[in-house]
């Protein structure tokens, strides 16, 4: 995972870094550091912790200078120290890298360098890139980090500053993110386009195997390989950078739980061609498998749901990082459909790449436009809910619903009566926020003490069942299961105990009588049952009540009071809900 951010201008480096790198820390958040350039030098600050806190103790952003990068980190490679935490440099203290990936052959190479005389410091695969540039025949430094990333295996997005190539900022990707952007006499480049968008819209994406060279004068873009120079075409970007700001509230998490009803309507405003193109897709592809993780998984059960209700058409729901395994079984009559809010996830992007070596077209719906699963995709629906900066995800849950749904509906013939469904269903869940903050508050008090919880759905909302559990243990550390209500007594009804809660997501629908006989069997074992209804039942020792809506769209929202109930439990708790412990926002590593 990591962020990383560089930037090439007339500006003070450091500043401007940290600020960017903020808008980068979810994607890993133990260390941080900036490096730059300056009077002949390099400057390298770095600690452990938050980036906020390293700023405290270390004044990273006090590194002098008008070129630099900057990091922030999730381990993987070494443990959580100072030692570890990027920028690093080679032994001649005159090359800086930040680094994004797995260098797979580290091992190999390290004994190689070491053999030939270089010390290391650190425990992390990426200081031996540093070394790998140094020891290379002179060059610009573009051509030595050329021929040291010649010599990589396994994926990376880098950064390199040297002293020897004053204000020149290299870009390297390889299988991690990259974007590069394009400023006035000023150039940027970092894992996504918001550290840089309150700058600049215009934005280059580099591809795997390609580089860029990044000077005040300007920006000259190389494949790796063979060292040619490449013209690539800018994209011009419409996010906001105010979107990506908290606007008064104490925590990204809750602006963005309280801007669904606005994304669940965002998400409806398709391109009709990509719509029909993906839709055309579905139709022609006999064998339909959704490959996503964690959150974009369940809005993908949800979805194959509502596809089959509305339409008769099956799919599969395959978790990203065990589709590898299936992968071979793709054929030209798979659609893959990817599921993924920031369009990087290492897993979803593996998969889809084996199952287009097999034949099989890629349909996707990702969030971040530009990103790499939207690059390889043969179409791609954007979910409109601006940038999602909570590490636990909530509005692009819900606008991957929406338009899952639009999905359903159009494939279905029924594409207004969608519209105008997901519309009244917006209506509702602004409606209802504003209790459902107050309720949820208060049950979230009453928890203190529960180490365990229990979400309970059949159906369509069993994975709602899913996700009430994903969000409680992202983000309050409390341990959660969610399941098929019909599965509890193969085995979790033995740990149900006094007070035990249990979460029974249970609209007036179709499910209701037997997931009311389930909430029953647990209340009978002393379990605590809080009802999430249309209806209300004397069986529930608590109640939050659900606006009454065609039986397909509960999903929609019963997961918000879910998701304002993981939030509370979290801040009640003193845990940050932004930036969950040993957790990041885009997986970019396997
Ligand atoms: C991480 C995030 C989750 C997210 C999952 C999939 O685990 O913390 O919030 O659901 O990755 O990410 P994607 O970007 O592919 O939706």
């Known amino acids: 995972m990591c962020g990383i951010f560089g930037y090439v201008g007339t500006k003070q480096a450091g500043p401007l870094l940290l600020e960017g790198l903020k808008k980068l820390e979810y994607r890993g958040y133990d260390s941080c550091g900036i490096g730059t350039f300056d009077d002949g030098q390099l400057h390298v600050r770095k600690g452990v912790g938050k980036i906020d806190e390293v700023e405290k103790t270390e004044k990273i952003s006090g590194v002098p200078g008008t070129t630099g990068l900057s990091h922030s980190r999730w381990a993987t490679h070494g443990g959580v120290t100072s030692t570890n935490a990027h920028p690093h440099t080679d032994c001649q203290k005159s090359i800086a890298v930040v680094h994004n990936g797995i260098i797979e052959n580290y091992q190999e190479l390290k004994k190689e360098l070491q053999t030939k005389g270089h010390r290391f410091t650190s425990?992390?695969?990426?200081?031996?890139?540093?070394?790998?540039?140094?020891?290379?025949?002179?060059?610009?430094?573009?051509?030595?980090?050329?021929?040291?990333?010649?010599?990589?295996?396994?994926s990376f997005a880098l950064l390199v500053i040297s002293t020897n190539d004053p204000h020149t900022l290299v870009a390297v990707r390889n299988e991690s993110p990259m974007a590069i952007g394009l400023g006035v006499n000023e150039f940027f480049a970092a894992s996504d386009v918001m550290p840089f968008l309150e700058h600049t819209k215009n934005a280059v994406f580099l591809e795997d195997g390609e580089m860029a060279v990044?000077?005040?004068?300007?920006v000259t873009f190389m494949d790796v390989k063979n060292g040619t120079i490449l013209s690539k075409l800018a994209?011009?970007?419409?996010?906001?950078?105010?979107?990506?700001?908290?606007?008064?509230?104490?925590?990204?998490?809750?602006?963005?739980i309280l801007e669904q009803p606005a994304a669940i309507k965002n998400a409806l405003v398709q391109d009709p061609e990509k719509l029909d193109r993906f839709v055309t897709l579905l139709k022609q592809h006999a064998d339909v498998k959704f490959v996503a993780c964690g959150t974009s998984r369940h809005a993908?059960?949800?979805?194959?749901?509502?596809?089959?209700?509305?339409?008769?058409?099956s799919a599969e729901v395959y978790i990203a990082s065990e589709f590898s395994?299936?992968?071979?079984?793709?054929?030209?009559?798979?659609?893959?459909?990817?599921?993924?809010?920031?369009?990087?996830?290492?897993?979803?992007?593996?998969?889809?790449?084996?199952?287009?070596?097999?034949?099989?077209?890629?349909a996707s719906l990702v969030n971040v436009a530009g990103s790499s699963i939207d690059r390889e995709s043969d179409v791609c629906l954007y979910l409109n809910c601006g940038p999602e900066i909570a590490v636990a995800s909530t509005k692009a849950f819900t606008a991957q619903l929406s338009v899952l749904y639009l999905l359903a509906y159009t494939l279905a013939g029924q594409k207004n009566a969608g519209i105008a469904h997901l519309k009244e269903v917006a209506r509702h869940a602004a409606d209802r926020l504003p209790k459902w903050q107050t309720q949820t508050q208060k049950l979230a008090e009453s928890w203190t003490q529960h180490e365990h919880v229990y979400f309970l759905g059949r159906g369509v909302n069993f994975p709602v069942a899913l996700e009430g559990a994903l969000k409680l243990k992202e983000i309050s550390?409390?341990?959660a299961e969610g399941m098929p209500a019909g599965e509890l007594?193969?085995?979790?009804?033995?740990?149900?105990?006094?007070?035990?809660?249990?979460?029974?997501?249970?609209?007036?629908?179709?499910?209701?009588?037997?997931?009311?006989?389930?909430?029953?069997?647990?209340?009978?074992?002393?379990a605590k049952l809080i009802g999430l209804s249309d209806s209300a039942n004397e069986a529930y020792d608590e109640y939050i009540a659900l606006p009454k809506m065609p039986e397909l769209f509960?999903?929609?929202?019963?997961?918000?009071?879910?998701?304002?109930?993981?939030?509370?439990?979290?801040?009640?708790?003193?845990?940050?809900p932004d930036r969950p412990r040993n957790l990041a926002k885009s997986v970019t590593v396997r």
């Not at 369009?343 to 287009?356: F, H, I, N, P, S």
């Not at 929609?556 to 845990?575: D, E, G, I, T």
């Open 489 to 526: 007594k193969h085995g979790t009804l033995a740990l149900i105990e006094k007070n035990t809660p249990v979460i029974l997501i249970n609209p007036h629908d179709y499910t209701f009588s037997d997931t009311l006989s389930n909430g029953m069997e647990t209340k009978a074992r002393g």
């Open 123 to 154: 425990q992390t695969d990426t200081e031996i890139i540093a070394h790998l540039i140094e020891s290379q025949a002179a060059g610009t430094l573009a051509e030595k980090v050329r021929a040291a990333t010649l010599q990589l295996h396994g």
């Open 214 to 218: 990044l000077t005040k004068a300007g």
């Open 325 to 362: 395994y299936f992968a071979d079984q793709c054929t030209k009559d798979t659609l893959i459909v990817a599921v993924s809010q920031s369009g990087e996830t290492a897993d979803v992007l593996v998969g889809l790449r084996k199952a287009k070596a097999k034949g099989a077209k890629i």
């Open 477 to 479: 550390y409390i341990h």
């Open 300 to 313: 993908a059960l949800v979805g194959r749901y509502a596809m089959n209700q509305l339409s008769g058409k």
């Open 554 to 576: 509960y999903p929609l929202v019963a997961v918000l009071p879910l998701q304002l109930l993981a939030y509370h439990a979290a801040v009640l708790r003193k845990n940050d």
């Open 235 to 256: 994209k011009t970007l419409d996010w906001d950078s105010q979107s990506a700001t908290k606007m008064g509230h104490p925590h990204f998490m809750i602006k963005e």
